[in-house]
């Protein structure tokens, strides 16, 4: 079983990034965060296994160009990587980041990521070069316009690759999930559309009844016995009348 500690005998083994073989350092998920699916949990615990075997992912091993297999540090910085990023994956769309209250996403930025994953920012952005190149992560950069001439970068949405679980054994069960997440991130979306839309109605009501004039009306009119139009005093004092007991 692999040892994920480190200790002062790491720190001093020479290694400039702190690296020891034998007790490699991996992503450990913030105490605070809740729960996450249990294959996400499960997932994490095979991918662990490509530090003792990088036969395992055949394209991340070779994706350095050498006939030789990926340096262990390598193996470390990516899988402590792609441990960070796998939690904060969304089942549904398998993109990374944090969702929002409109149903957006927030990707998370490579220092952000890199002082989750226990990495250097340097190390961190050559082992997410090592897991674009070998398919298991797509990214997308984003831009927003300041004006005609400039943008400005924003943090970027990464995709994890679906056959990342399939290489693993895991693709079943990971359609199985996709599509529950999609079921409740749909009835989630209708249910918050449905506030909207209430909120956007009762605005345009408010709005409605101020832009109608105030004028001065009649009062409330009644049918008498007679079928002749009363006003309301007419017919009060009619029904005063009626409720006089009878002295007669």
């Not at 220092?111 to 090592?130: F, N, S, T, V, W």
């Not at 909120?199 to 079928?227: C, F, H, S, Y």
């Amino acid at each position: 079983m692999l040892n994920y500690t480190t200790n002062e005998t790491n720190r001093k083994s020479g290694n400039k990034c702190g690296h020891c073989p034998s007790t490699p350092r991996f992503f450990k998920a913030p105490e605070d965060h809740g729960k996450r699916p249990l294959l996400l949990l499960r997932f994490i615990i095979v991918l662990l296994t490509y530090y003792p075997n990088p036969t395992l992912l055949p394209l991340l091993n070779a994706v350095n160009g050498s006939t030789r297999q990926q340096r262990s540090e390598r193996r470390e910085a990516c899988l402590a990587l792609l441990c960070c990023i796998l939690h904060y994956t969304e089942l549904a769309t398998l993109r990374v980041g944090i969702p929002q209250a409109d149903g957006s996403m927030a990707g998370l930025t490579m220092p952000y990521l890199a002082k989750l994953a226990g990495l250097g920012e340097r190390r961190a952005e050559r082992a997410m070069h090592d897991l674009v190149a070998a398919g298991i992560l797509t990214v997308h950069t984003i831009c927003v316009k300041i004006s005609d001439t400039v943008y400005k970068g924003v943090a970027a949405i990464r995709t994890v690759s679906e056959h990342l679980f399939t290489a693993l054994g895991f693709g079943a069960w990971l359609r199985h999930e996709r599509r529950k997440a999609a079921e409740r991130k749909a009835k989630k979306d209708k249910k918050r559309n449905q506030k909207n839309a209430a909120n956007i109605q009762m605005g345009l009501n408010a709005l409605n009844n101020k832009k109608q004039p105030k004028t001065e009306t009649e009062p409330e009119i009644a049918v008498t016995r007679n079928n002749k139009m009363a006003t309301a005093a007419e017919y009060l004092a009619n029904i005063k009348n009626l409720l006089k007991p009878d002295t007669g």
